[in-house]
């Protein structure tokens, strides 16, 4: 026959005791189980209670510890363990019976004010709080309470209730974990968001966000909900105001503070000084509000929680990438950030500035994929320090000879380069994508506004594909006869328009488009085939001086003899 039972359950103990007790050992095989991770088989097959004590004898399965210490004590050989005198048996069933209230009465202390609600004990209950109480919150249940010390004492001789106790240690922490809050009440479990556990979506929370509270057999999540939980469940100082008019502009100010994260979050896809100006000018105004203190309500509250740990970041991050000051012009708001920072209990769950700017450039911030040796990626990071973009559009440089797998199974299934990762999206092929960042970012457009030079832009981005097409099958020939109609075209492109150097007068997508290209062939021909593509095309010549007079270009550009050796080992492997 088996018992089974846990180590740290007090219920499973009472039924452990007896079995010792009474010298069952050799008759009752004792089955322990982990209550954390009790094995499936358990509850499918053995107890579907699914709890512990239980004890499987004469062919059935007897739950719940009362029931069965009166069990073992009845159907085992041994004296008996309830005493034959009417009026014990009476008073016996009397705590039998209170046992329950007993234990619900103490567990709930543990929320309020123990001192005054323990008040009478049972083993191995009373054993566990006295041990529990004494470390956690300085109350010894038997200062006051001679017999109770003395009974406690003289039930810690008994060899078979020794048999069964545990590590004090153990024991607090079990409580700890499953009772406390706060910071010695609530446990913190930190994740990782990036790589969450798959338990945390199955077990505890569906949802799979944080935060969320495991307490009183129940999940709570949503921040705002769980703020005002715990201010409303929990002891110590209430953190909304008792003033009507105070709750009510809380309420308001509460209720306003998802759309105020939304209209920030938004700005970092254009103007943030414009766009969230505003909603930076709202809390301005709301700390204008009440003047018995520096923060929302006057006093420190709920809503300086809710607000505070966004604002923060958002100072920072904005200051850093986008140079916009959310203090600037809003001393209150100054003030505000300056008081909160010399709370404790914020300044304790604050991490470090440059982790937040981090982790908002990669959560918000458009990423370009890119090979610096790919002249179809140089076209886009041109533009992009061209307009002054670093800030906003991240490079992550790859490596076509090893590119990783997660590039083309997660990010960019054609598995080229560039791509751009921008708003929920990925973009590619550069044409597309020179043009997207000169539309979708600010800064001087490089497409002029006349129509003409409109016209012909769109012309000259047509021919590239054409153009570089014609030039890479000539390195298979003679390039002075096969691609020399292509500079040619060039050349004449650039006779067009007479106000600027460039394909279209002034610097534009189309300069952007060609020159990658150009520069390679340039280099590249006159090493391996001696053909100067400049001879005879002035206007080709004083283009590519004036571009590399750009430092957007100039940035962006690699040493010639990588070209030279990327294209001889590409191009010229049969020479």
């Not at 010390?149 to 078979?160: D, F, R, T, Y």
């Not at 008019?245 to 938004?266: G, P």
């Not at 990423?367 to 559009?393: E, S």
């Not at 109609?485 to 150097?501: Q, R, S, T, V, W």
Request: glycine share 4%; proline share 6%.
């Amino acid at each position: 026959m088996a018992l089974y039972t846990a180590y740290t359950c007090p219920f499973a103990q009472r039924v452990w005791i007896t079995r010792n007790y009474k010298g069952l050992q050799d008759k009752i095989h004792l089955v322990p189980l982990n209550l954390q991770s009790r094995p499936s088989w358990y509850g499918e097959k053995v107890y579907s209670v699914n709890r512990v004590p239980a004890l499987e004898h004469n062919g059935k399965i007897i739950g719940e510890s009362l029931d069965l210490i009166k069990y073992l004590d009845s159907n085992f050989e041994g004296q008996s363990l309830l005493p034959d005198d009417p009026a014990k048996k009476e008073f016996a069933e009397e705590l039998f019976s209170y046992t329950d209230t007993f234990n619900k009465t103490v567990f709930s202390s543990f929320k309020g004010d123990v001192a005054k609600e323990v008040d009478i004990a049972y083993i191995p209950f009373v054993e566990r709080f006295q041990i529990f109480l004494s470390e956690v919150f300085k109350y010894d249940i038997t200062a006051g309470r001679p017999k109770l010390a003395a009974w406690i004492e003289e039930i810690n001789k008994l060899g078979a209730y020794k048999q069964t106790k545990t590590d004090p240690k153990e024991l607090v922490e079990f409580y700890k974990k499953r009772i406390l809050g706060l910071q010695d009440k609530i446990k913190l479990i930190p994740l990782n968001l990036q790589s969450r556990p798959a338990w945390y979506g199955e077990k505890v929370y569906p949802p799979n966000k944080v935060p969320s509270l495991e307490h009183n057999g129940k999940i709570i999540g949503e921040s705002l909900d769980l703020i005002k939980y715990l201010d409303s469940n929990f002891e110590g100082q209430s953190l909304l105001p008792e003033d009507p008019a105070k709750r009510e502009f809380a309420e308001e100010l509460l209720a306003y503070s998802d759309t105020f994260n939304k209209i920030v979050f938004t700005s970092f896809k254009g103007d943030p000084a414009k766009e969230a100006g505003p909603a930076f000018d709202y809390l301005e105004n709301a700390l204008h509000k009440f003047d018995d203190g520096p923060f929302l309500l006057g006093q420190f509250s709920l809503v300086d929680i809710a607000y505070i740990p966004f604002v923060e970041r958002f100072h920072v991050f904005l200051l850093e990438v986008f140079k916009y000051d959310i203090i600037a012009g809003r001393p209150k708001l100054e003030a505000w950030i300056e008081e909160i920072n010399k709370i404790e209990a914020y300044k304790q769950t604050k991490i470090d500035p440059k982790e937040n700017v981090e982790a908002f450039k990669k959560r918000f911030l458009a990423r370009l994929y890119v090979a610096y040796i790919c002249p179809y990626a140089q076209r886009v990071w041109i533009i992009r320090n061209y307009k002054g973009l670093q800030d906003k559009i991240k490079l992550i440089p790859l490596n076509l000879q090893s590119r990783p797998a997660w590039y083309g199974e997660k990010v960019y299934p054609p598995n080229k380069v560039p791509s751009l990762e921008h708003n929920g999206k990925i973009i590619g092929e550069s044409l597309d994508l020179i043009k997207y960042l000169d539309s979708n970012f600010e800064g001087q457009s490089l497409l002029p506004e006349d129509p003409a030079k409109r016209e012909f832009a769109e012309e000259l981005l047509a021919y590239s594909d054409t153009f570089n097409k014609i030039v890479f099958t000539s390195f298979k020939g003679d390039p002075a006869k096969e691609a020399g109609p292509a500079f040619d075209y060039l050349e004449n492109a650039l006779h067009k328009f007479d106000d600027g150097p460039f394909l279209l007068g002034q610097f534009s997508l189309v300069d952007i488009a060609y020159i990658p290209f150009v520069e390679r062939f340039h280099v590249f021909l006159l090493e391996v085939f001696k053909y100067d593509i400049i001879a005879g095309r002035p206007k080709l010549e004083a283009w590519i001086e004036e571009i590399n007079k750009i430092e957007a270009y100039k940035q962006t550009k690699i040493d010639p003899k990588e070209n030279v050796e990327a294209f001889k080992k590409r191009f010229l492997v049969n020479t």
